[in-house]
């Protein structure tokens, strides 16, 4: 029973409880019967809520927060196409359709400027070749002049780069909040924040989804609710998932950044991006690093540059390790960013705005489980949401729906 005494059997003190919800404190948009129901508002559930949407069933997103907080909004708002691997690179190749089809029908803002890799040694420049081999026109060989062409300040180490052609950027900021907006307006949608999901209990050919504001019927249930999935579900997690924190900054340049400017990346993000790792020189990449520089391997460190409209930068990210081992934030790993940053773009960035992100992190890019009948947990496992989402829900809905 989630309803408790709030002072029980004190001496003196009478008995209370905590009344029922009252009937009017339930949502307008909250419905009491759905076909889908979808916990979380981040990237990963609003795409799977779209894709639902889109096969004909009635969704309702329940958000608990007035809107999305979690590690989507906190990303750096770079959706890595070419970089991904495997399945996940056709993933991430049907979400950037999604996006740019989105930015025609949401008034999105997305930017099709592509992305930079900016390679300072030979081994980096190495790994560059045979990545642009194997992935045949979506990325193509920069030399240092070229790389010049997209990075106003070219550091004296810098050696050649690759362009990464399929690449798109968005304002996770306000991205995520806007398309929340766009599909709660949509015939048989609805979004409700502000509501927290206690719990999912199945029943037979209907699952029963209790909030903090009323409860509803569903067919099914998507839970998306990013690395705090242990909280309803910790059996899911064991051994599966783990938690991550990852560090964020807004900074800005003496000179603003044009908005139309690639995202930026330094050589570490080849030890981060699986399309990278294929190539054999990978390994000598890490091993220098690791002689070189071994704070910033140690702090995970993955360095890109986002341009956003207004001339300034979101920087990141890096940070390691269980981020439920300490709720203190590490200043050192933020100066690691901003000396790395110093030497990718010549300038030292000045900081505007902080945060960290806590994401799950597991050996496969994308979990999709079933721990009971009419219930689906999904997650986009490291930083990929924003590149893969729309992909993955397409894959997990096939059968669940």
């Known amino acids: 029973m989630i309803l408790a005494p709030l002072v029980a059997d004190l001496p003196g003190v009478p008995r209370r409880t905590i ?4 009937a009017t404190d339930r949502p307008a948009g909250l419905p009491s019967e759905v076909e889908v129901v979808v916990v979380g508002a981040g990237i990963v559930g609003l795409a799977h809520a779209i894709e639902a949407e889109a096969r004909g069933a009635s969704v309702v997103v329940i958000e608990r927060d007035a809107c999305a907080r979690g590690a989507s909004v906190r990303s750096l708002g770079h959706v890595a196409v070419a970089a991904q691997d495997g399945p996940t690179l056709a993933c991430a190749f049907q979400t950037r ?12 803002v997305v930017g099709e400027s592509g992305s930079v890799v900016v390679a300072s040694a030979d081994d980096e420049m190495a790994v560059l070749e045979d990545f642009v081999c194997a992935r045949d026109g979506a990325a193509t060989l920069l030399d240092r002049a070229g790389v010049a062409r997209y990075v106003a300040t070219v550091g004296d180490d810098v050696v050649g780069g690759a362009f ?11 991205a995520l909040h806007q398309l929340a907006l766009w599909f709660g307006q949509r015939p048989r949608a609805s979004v409700v924040t502000g509501t927290a999901v206690l719990g999912v209990e199945p029943g037979h050919g209907r699952t029963l989804v209790r909030t903090s504001r009323g409860d509803v019927v569903a067919r099914r249930v998507v839970m998306a609710v990013g690395a705090d999935v242990d909280r309803l579900y910790p059996g899911v997690t064991e051994g599966r998932l783990r938690r991550r924190r990852r560090h964020g900054l807004r900074v800005a340049l003496e000179s603003p950044v044009s908005g139309d400017s690639p995202v930026v990346l330094g050589g570490t993000a080849l030890l981060h991006h699986a ?5 054999p020189h990978h390994t000598e990449v890490r091993g220098r690093l690791d002689q070189e520089r071994p704070a910033v391997v140690g702090a995970g460190l993955n360095l890109r540059a986002t341009p956003l409209a207004d001339g300034t930068l979101l920087l990141g990210d890096a940070g390691s390790g269980d981020a439920g081992l300490s709720p203190f934030r590490d200043e050192s790993v933020d100066g690691l960013l901003l000396d790395e940053a110093w030497r990718l773009l010549g300038a030292r960035p000045r900081v505007l705005d902080r945060w960290t992100a806590t994401e799950a992190v597991a050996d496969e890019p994308f979990v999709a489980t079933e721990p009971q009948r009419g219930l689906l947990v ?9 590149s893969t989402a729309f992909g993955h829900a397409a894959r997990s809905l096939d059968g669940f729906l």
């Open 19 to 22: 009344p029922a919800r009252a």
């Open 378 to 386: 999904v997650e986009a496992t490291g930083s990929t949401g924003l």
């Open 164 to 174: 990464l052609t399929t690449d798109l950027r968005v304002d996770p900021r306000s």
């Open 275 to 279: 399309g990278f790792t294929r190539s």
């Open 97 to 108: 359709d999604k996006w740019l089809a989105l930015r025609r029908q949401a008034g999105l």
